[in-house]
Nanobody, 127 residues
């Protein structure tokens, strides 16, 4: 059972930056592909970014390309989401997710493909 704990959310003005972190309890963190999702009030949870277990492959939703960067530190069991040029429409609860995989360069975009989820961290962007 992997426990994921997100941190780094908060209130920021439009155009600002935040860095989210997700710490995993699992010692074999490097065997998990990781993802970030978000959910705004009244909306479904949506894909934001994903990274393979080896960090060799990444993927982003179109609406964050060029603004957000996902990375991971397998030695620290942590995945990050650097968010720049934030917009009010980025306001949501952000969740990290983990999925065990044998494939080093595979990432996943669907909610149903992930096994473990954190509790979420609120990001609010004011205009």
């Amino acid at each position: 059972q992997v426990q994921l704990v997100e941190s780094g959310g908060g209130l920021v003005q439009a155009g600002g930056s935040l860095r989210l972190s997700c710490a995993a309890s699992e010692r074999s963190f490097s065997t998990y592909a990781m993802g970030w999702f978000r959910q705004a009030p009244g909306k479904e949870r949506e894909f934001v970014a994903a990274i393979s277990r080896s960090a060799g492959s990444t993927d982003y939703a179109d609406f964050v390309k060029g603004r957000f960067t996902i990375s991971r530190d397998n030695a620290e069991n942590t995945v990050y989401l650097q968010m720049n040029s934030l917009k009010p429409e980025d306001t949501a609860v952000y969740y990290c997710a983990a999925r065990a995989t044998l494939w080093g360069n595979t990432y996943y975009r669907r909610v149903s493909e992930y096994e473990y989820w954190g509790q979420g961290t609120q990001v609010t962007v004011s205009s």
